[in-house]
C-alpha cells in the first residue's frame, strides 16, 4: 500500500494532512490579511483576555502596583521582600543581575560597568554607597520596577518574583546580607 503511494527513498509519499507538517504562520492577536479567521472578533486568531483577569501564576504582578509618583516612591519603603535569602534566590539573582544591571552597576556593584567605564554613562550610586546601605529595600524594588531618573524600568523584564531574587543577590554586594538558608532549590 506504501509504495502506491509513491513512497521510497527520501521521499515520503503522499502527506497525509499536509497542513500538519507545512503549518501557516498564524499571529496570536493579528490576522494576515488575507487569511482572515472568520469566527473571532477582528479577524483576529486569538480572543483578548477578558478585561481585569489575570494569568495563573502572576497574581504578583498586581501586588506591587503602586503609583508611578514621589508618592508611590516613599510609600514604597515598606515592601518587605518576601522571598527567603536562600542559596536558590541568590544564585537565581546573580544569574538575572549579571545579565541586566552589570553594564551600569558592575560585577560587584561598584558603579564600574562597561558603559560606566566607556564613559558613555554618568556613574550610578555604589552598592556599598551609605546611600544604597541606607535605602529601604521596598524603595529599591520600586526604583528596578519602574525604574529611577536615568535608570531604566525593570518591570516588563522581570517579574515581581525575580526583582526580590535580584535584590537579594545586591544584598550580599552591599556587604550586609546573610543568606540565612543552605536551602539550594526553588522555593518561595
Ligand atoms: C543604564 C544603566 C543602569 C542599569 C542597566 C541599571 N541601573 Fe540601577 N541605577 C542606575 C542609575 C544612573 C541610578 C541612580 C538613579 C538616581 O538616583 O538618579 C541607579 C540606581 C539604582 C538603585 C538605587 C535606587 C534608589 O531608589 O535610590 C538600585 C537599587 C539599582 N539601581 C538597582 C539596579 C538593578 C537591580 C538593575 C538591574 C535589574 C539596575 N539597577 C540596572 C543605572 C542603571
Given at each position: 500500500?506504501?509504495?502506491?503511494c509513491?513512497?521510497g527513498?527520501?521521499?515520503?509519499?503522499?502527506?497525509?494532512?499536509?497542513?500538519?507538517?507545512?503549518?501557516?504562520?498564524?499571529?496570536?492577536m493579528?490576522?494576515?490579511?488575507?487569511?482572515?479567521?472568520?469566527?473571532?472578533?477582528?479577524?483576529?486568531?486569538?480572543?483578548?483576555?477578558?478585561?481585569n483577569?489575570?494569568?495563573?501564576?502572576?497574581?504578583?504582578?498586581?501586588?506591587?502596583?503602586l503609583?508611578?509618583?514621589?508618592?508611590?516612591?516613599?510609600?514604597s519603603a515598606?515592601?518587605?521582600?518576601?522571598?527567603?535569602?536562600?542559596?536558590?534566590?541568590?544564585?537565581e539573582?546573580k544569574?538575572?543581575?549579571?545579565?541586566?544591571?552589570?553594564?551600569?552597576?558592575?560585577?560587584?556593584?561598584?558603579?564600574?560597568?562597561?558603559?560606566?567605564?566607556?564613559?558613555?554613562?554618568?556613574?550610578p550610586?555604589?552598592?556599598?554607597?551609605?546611600?544604597?546601605?541606607t535605602?529601604p529595600?521596598?524603595?529599591?524594588?520600586y526604583?528596578?520596577?519602574?525604574?529611577?531618573?536615568?535608570?531604566?524600568?525593570?518591570?516588563?523584564?522581570?517579574?515581581?518574583?525575580?526583582?526580590?531574587?535580584?535584590l537579594?543577590?545586591v544584598?550580599?554586594?552591599?556587604?550586609?546580607?546573610?543568606?540565612?538558608?543552605?536551602?539550594?532549590?526553588?522555593?518561595?
Amino acid at each position: 500500500m506504501l509504495s502506491s503511494c509513491g513512497a521510497g527513498g527520501e521521499d515520503p509519499g503522499n502527506e497525509y494532512a499536509p497542513n500538519m507538517y507545512v503549518s501557516f504562520a498564524y499571529e496570536p492577536m493579528t490576522q494576515l490579511a488575507d487569511k482572515p479567521n472568520t469566527i473571532n472578533p477582528m479577524g483576529m486568531n486569538m480572543r483578548l483576555p477578558v478585561k481585569n483577569t489575570i494569568a495563573r501564576g502572576q497574581m504578583d504582578y498586581t501586588t506591587y502596583n503602586l503609583p508611578k509618583t514621589t508618592e508611590g516612591y516613599e510609600a514604597s519603603a515598606s515592601l518587605k521582600n518576601p522571598l527567603p535569602a536562600s542559596v536558590y534566590n541568590v544564585a537565581e539573582g546573580k544569574r538575572l543581575y549579571n545579565i541586566n544591571c552589570t553594564p551600569c552597576h558592575g560585577e560587584l556593584g561598584k558603579a564600574d560597568g562597561t558603559i560606566v567605564a566607556a564613559g558613555k554613562f554618568p556613574p550610578p550610586p555604589s552598592y556599598d554607597s551609605d546611600r544604597i546601605k541606607t535605602t529601604p529595600e521596598g524603595k529599591m524594588f520600586y526604583s528596578v520596577k519602574y525604574g529611577k531618573n536615568l535608570m531604566g524600568a525593570y518591570g516588563t523584564v522581570l517579574s515581581p518574583h525575580q526583582i526580590w531574587q535580584v535584590l537579594h543577590y545586591v544584598n550580599t554586594l552591599k556587604g550586609n546580607a546573610t543568606v540565612a538558608s543552605a536551602d539550594t532549590t526553588a522555593k518561595k
